[in-house]
């Protein structure tokens, strides 16, 4: 045989060889396949409901003894087809927050003033970015533990990145900081009203009781997101072809690559006012999110309103302002459909009545365990209900009152059920792409879900461990 022929079979071997490896779906595939297999479901599972009832807050909860079957609904082609288009309508909220935030930081990135933040930044931690990651990590848990509002990490993403790229790391790490720093502080929940209050008060247990237990999960968990994100940024820093994302990197390391070195950077006069405004708005958004009950619209409201009276004042005209704001509505297009892609999956559950009857059934199984294994069971539960309830008050809502009174019954403290709710709810909330801003964050990272997942389920495997673990210890305890 030539050896031509020879060379001709060994590259079809090898494309063969190729042609085996598996390749993730694009995540509109993978969103759709749920999508559809929801709706399957709706044909086989009964359709069941809870009556609805005044909650804490002015808000509906479920009577958790009311659950009763009701005539099935299956989704029909109908429901299937206009699901996505409703998702859309019905995550408007959500969907108009990333596009004002896309905006809003293109803008401020035209005005100059976060470029030399980073700059100085990047001088500062030049040799000691593991450090910065770590800070970093722990500021965003300590706010999200205090307000909640994990959604602020879409905010955070685009402000650190260019700091991140520039001192060798890569996207995955500046997504590991915001979110797994947001999700760990919101998990735990220390003075979190979103999940902690909601569900205590629901739970009829004094509300942020129970804080050193908290104190110490929201430790642990930053711990372990911090040791496993630097683990990675060390390997990618010493080989940058060894980063999971670093194709799509590629033109992010050129754009930021001189942010180190050469003179360093000054603001200007109208620079430095321009900056002075931006915290003046982030303290009001502070003071709107803790005393006013602000959510996405009055944050897209100010967030508009912070673009343009900031680019006004650092000099852009009207014209660059706009273009700006066009330019970052481009810029998270795909994460602004995403969230809406994730909503159709709620939408069709709910067309066919059957997200009671899981939420029911997953009850009873807790139910159904030994004493040893309740806690844990019901953050196995809480965890999977988070798939297609991906909100934390709307989870609170519709699952504390069927585990808070099933906790009396099977021997273990309401609190130890509100901290399975807390944990099976905020750990996963960074896991299932049916989460809206999740996958809107990863956009906005620019970093593909299936190599999130391969960055981020060891964290989440810890994390799993040290729910599992805090809760055995509270029932042991009797925490309460």
Known sequence: MSDHKIDSIASVDKKAGQK????????????????????????FIPSGQYDRIPGPDGRTAIDATSFHLIEQTPVGIVEFITAIPRGLIDAGEIIFFIFIIGGMFTVLKRTGIIEVAVDKLARKFANNGLLLIAVLTTVFAFIATLIGAVELSLVYIPVIMPLIIALGYDSVVAASIALCGTAAGFSAGVLNPI????????????VFSGMGMRSVVLLLAITAAILLTVKYARKIKKDPSKSYVYEEDSKKRIEF???????ALTM??????????VFVVFAVLVY???QQGWFMIEMS?????MGIVVGLIAGLKPVEICDGFNQGFKDVLMGAFIAGLARSIAVIFEDGHIMDTIAHSLGTLVGDLPAELSAVGMYFVQSAINLIIPSGSGQALVTMPIMAPLSDIIGITRQTAVLAYQLGDGFSHILYPTSGYFMAALVIAGVPYQKWLRFFLPIFSVWAMIAIGALIVAQLIGWS
């Open 257 to 263: 690559k001189d942010i180190i070195g050469g003179t």
């Open 20 to 43: 085996k490896k598996f390749e993730m779906p694009h995540i509109y595939v993978i969103l759709f396949v749920f999508s559809a297999i929801s709706a399957i479901l709706t044909h």
């Open 301 to 305: 409201g100010l967030f508009i309103i």
């Open 288 to 290: 709107g999110v803790l």
């Open 268 to 277: 200007t006069l109208r620079q430095k006012l321009a900056a002075f405004t």
């Open 195 to 206: 999940n902690t209050g909601l569900a205590q008060k629901i739970a009829g247990i004094p």
